[in-house]
């Protein structure tokens, strides 16, 4: 599937609005644009608005999920994954995910293997039910709830301003860890934020035991009292600076946020070459790997080293305003999103 528009779908059976990969499909989607998806009904197995994965293979290329939601409460008190409910290998490169609700998971639930690429998740927000039997309001990014072992890794990821009702705005992870657990490398967790007033800031941008390396993550090293800080490698906790966090409507998760790294940003050449192996370009489509003249990297690998995040650093970009307000279902036209500079 490729260059479509798949808007305003409706699902009565509880997921996959847009599409449902059902046993035994392998699915390819490419510069496709969801937008406003719904899903609702009654199951214990509710989940994806836009789509439901549970086929051999479901590939996503150069998309935006924008909007899209489950019916929240209810007879739905688990509804996962706003965007993408994943119980599948899943693999997502250069897509967009603003706006999006969920239980738990507001864009992305993950249950099975997954690769996520060079995407940014912004403005997601994950809605507590109410329900007393069900955990809710888990991971306003992402939520990786599976219980069997699983290979997840995200690379390249800009994950800012999505929101939790209960645990982990950005990244929430709860389940059996295998061999080796979630991989998050060269990603910015920024600004993400949870209801829960016990949590440590840098619990509302990642909970769980998750590897972090070459990650730049607020509050990371502030910790917590009486506990062991957590394991990470080469990690910075610096504002990333940003062009203009919350875009030129002041609003964040809406497609005009410019997340594009600033002038003088930390993670400019500040990652590990080695987890962009076979990744060649940034989200924008340009060069994955632009040496920056004025930086002294700190990163790992041969020149010139990568930059943190979904984007690489043009020269030229300046910060602008940053300021943090919320809309949770962004209006805005997307398709400009890989064309602003």
């Known amino acids: 599937m490729t260059n479509c528009g798949l808007r305003q ?47 051999q293979m479901l590939a996503i290329f150069d998309s935006a999920f924008i909007r899209t939601r489950l019916a929240l409460g209810g007879n739905c008190p688990r509804a996962t994954g706003g965007a993408i409910q994943s119980l599948e290998p899943l693999v997502v490169q250069g897509c967009y995910f603003g ?49 069997r072992p699983r290979q997840i890794t995200l690379q390249g990821v800009t994950i800012v301003g999505n929101d939790a009702a209960e645990d982990a705005g950005g990244i929430y992870f709860r389940g059996t860890v295998g061999p080796e657990p979630p991989l998050v490398e060269n990603s910015i967790l920024w600004s993400n934020r949870s209801n829960n007033g016990q949590l440590a800031r840098f619990q509302e941008q990642v909970h769980g035991a998750v590897d972090l390396r070459y990650d730049d993550i607020e509050e990371l ?30 609003l964040v998760g809406t497609v005009d946020d410019h997340l594009r790294l600033a002038t003088g940003s930390p993670v400019l050449d500040a990652p590990g070459n080695a987890g962009f192996v076979g990744v060649t370009t940034d989200l924008d489509g340009g060069a994955r790997f632009v040496d920056d003249p004025a930086t002294v990297g700190t990163g790992q690998g041969t020149p010139p080293v990568a930059d943190m995040g979904a984007y690489e650093f043009r020269s030229g970009l300046a910060v602008g305003r940053h300021r943090r307000r919320h809309r949770r279902q962004p209006t805005r036209r997307w398709w400009g999103l890989r064309r602003q500079r």
Not at 101 to 124: E, H, K, P, R
């Open 9 to 55: 779908n409706y699902a009565g059976h509880c997921y996959g609005a847009a599409i449902y990969n059902g046993p035994n499909s392998t699915t390819l989607v490419s510069r496709c644009l969801f937008g406003g998806n719904e899903a609702v009904g009654a199951s214990a197995s509710m989940g994806g608005a836009a789509i439901k994965h549970e086929g």
């Open 99 to 147: 706006g999006n609700q969920a239980n738990n998971g507001g864009a992305l639930a993950l249950y099975g293997d997954a690769t996520i690429v060079n995407s940014v998740f912004s403005g997601n927000y994950a809605v507590a039910s109410g329900a007393t039997f069900w955990a809710t309001g888990h991971g306003g990014a992402l939520a990786i709830l599976s219980y």
């Open 221 to 250: 090293i502030a910790g917590i009292p009486g506990e062991d800080p957590p394991q990470c490698t080469a990690c910075l906790d610096a504002d990333p600076l940003f062009v203009r966090g919350s875009a030129q409507d002041g």
